[in-house]
């Protein structure tokens, strides 16, 4: 993907993207399990990375035993457990299950317990029957397998340039460039005309 942004037009001399991972999956009325296999391994660089904000887990709304009124969602704790939360005044996060499930950081993978869902939330503003679980990879460098084909998400992505500034100094002249202005300094030696032999 980086290789690919940086070879889409010759202005581009570099780029910074924040890769994450996406997979919906559609929740059977009744108590059930569920694996959803990203087939790339999750960032976990320490046990309980991030516990306190929610982990590298992230999902979209939905609902449990027929109970409209509380909205859960999912997140972990960094250390391999699956958490289910609903969100209280000023979004402080209250705990329904701790250990609704396992997060394998190395195989890329989340294993449900068996629970109710009931209902789905909207997904990016619209009416949804499926939920989507959103993680943050390992790597940059995301590898489809199986056949599997990996889409851009252009609705949840954000696209900004910038310019670098820069300084190049070379033999007679600096080159400063900030933002949109740059200047040019040539300094010459003074030279004094020589006679030819011709």
Sequence with gaps: MLRLID??????????T?????????PVVGTTSYNINYNNAFYNPHNEHNKSTGGIVASTG????NDTDTEYFFDDDGSGNLRIYSLAEASVRTYKDSAAGIVNYTDGKISTNSFNITAVSNVDGASSTQIRITVIPKSNDIV???????????????????V???????????????????TTSVSTTSSTPTSSAY
């Design 18 to 26: 924040t890769i994450t991972m996406g997979k919906f999956f559609t």
């Design 62 to 65: 939905f609902y449990l035993d």
């Design 144 to 162: 489809p397998v199986r056949n599997q084909i990996l889409e851009i998400d252009l609705v949840n992505s954000t696209i900004a340039g910038s």
């Design 7 to 16: 070879e889409s037009d010759t202005a581009i001399l570099n780029n910074t």
């Design 164 to 182: 670098d500034a820069q300084a190049t100094t070379g033999k007679g002249y600096t080159v400063t460039s900030t933002g949109t202005t740059t």
